[in-house]
T-cell receptor, first 114, second 110 residues
Framework: EAQVTQNPRYLITVTGKKLTVTCSQN?????MSWYRQDPGLGLRQIYY???????DKGDVPEGYKVSRKEKRNFPLILESPSPNQTSLYFC?????????????FGPGTRLLVL | QKEVEQDPGPLSVPEGAIVSLNCTYS??????FMWYRQYSRKGPELLMY????GNKEDGRFTAQVDKSSKYISLFIRDSQPSDSATYLC??????????FGDGTTLTVKP
């Protein structure tokens, strides 16, 4: 079954404690992306990756890091989380570079930073 | 000014109505146009994807793009209660940068 998995699904942490949210896809997609969703604000792109070792900033990259060492994995790293990073996070992948035809989203990770 | 503006809603219609959802954008570099449906507590689901001006149909859904006016729309015919969800427009550059509208929440009443 084609899918994007994210872990953990729910996380409560404290300010400054480094955390990583994993994202993995089993479709051999080249393009992967991270978004955050806040009430009334739609989705905002954090980082995206066109292929292995190729990453670029979206609209809200501050406070986040990513890496793409393998095609299937695209972890999101919060080096020093702050309360304003409390949000719902989605990872997504798609087959094409730059296009979202046949795009799949993960189930989301709900993060609370105290 | 936001790069993508979506009609805010919420929208409430009776079952069977035609629904029109709309977005405008400001950046001519945008080349790919998408509509997503998101049910409560779920991830977005891609509904429609297009890259050219004109109409694209898929069942009860029609996506319309007017690049000259920088305007995109999603029409839902014969709306059903199961269409009740938040609808998000999204527009991409060729380089993969993705910008979403804020979403319109639709309720279809039986």
């Amino acid at each position: 079954e084609a899918q994007v998995t994210q872990n953990p699904r729910y996380l409560i942490t404290v300010t400054g404690k480094k955390l990583t949210v994993t994202c993995s896809q089993n479709m051999n997609h080249e393009y992967m992306s991270w978004y955050r969703q806040d009430p009334g604000l739609g989705l905002r792109q954090i980082y995206y990756s066109m292929n292995v070792e190729v990453t670029d900033k979206g609209d809200v990259p501050e406070g986040y890091k990513v890496s793409r060492k393998e095609k299937r994995n695209f972890p999101l790293i919060l080096e020093s989380p702050s309360p304003n990073q409390t949000s719902l996070y989605f990872c997504a992948s798609s087959i094409g570079q730059g296009t979202q035809e046949t795009q799949y989203f993960g189930p989301g990770t709900r993060l609370l930073v105290l | 000014q936001k790069e993508v503006e979506q009609d805010p809603g919420p929208l409430s219609v009776p079952e069977g109505a035609i629904v029109s959802l709309n977005c405008t954008y400001s950046n001519s570099a945008f080349q790919y146009f998408m509509w997503y449906r998101q049910y409560s507590r779920k991830g977005p689901e891609l509904l429609m994807y297009t890259y050219s001006s004109g109409n694209k149909e898929d069942g009860r859904f029609t996506a319309q793009v007017d690049k000259s006016s920088k305007y995109i729309s999603l029409f839902i015919r014969d709306s059903q209660p199961s269409d009740s969800a938040t609808y998000l427009c999204a527009i991409n550059t060729n380089a993969g940068k993705s910008t979403f509208g804020d979403g319109t929440t639709l309720t279809v009443k039986p």
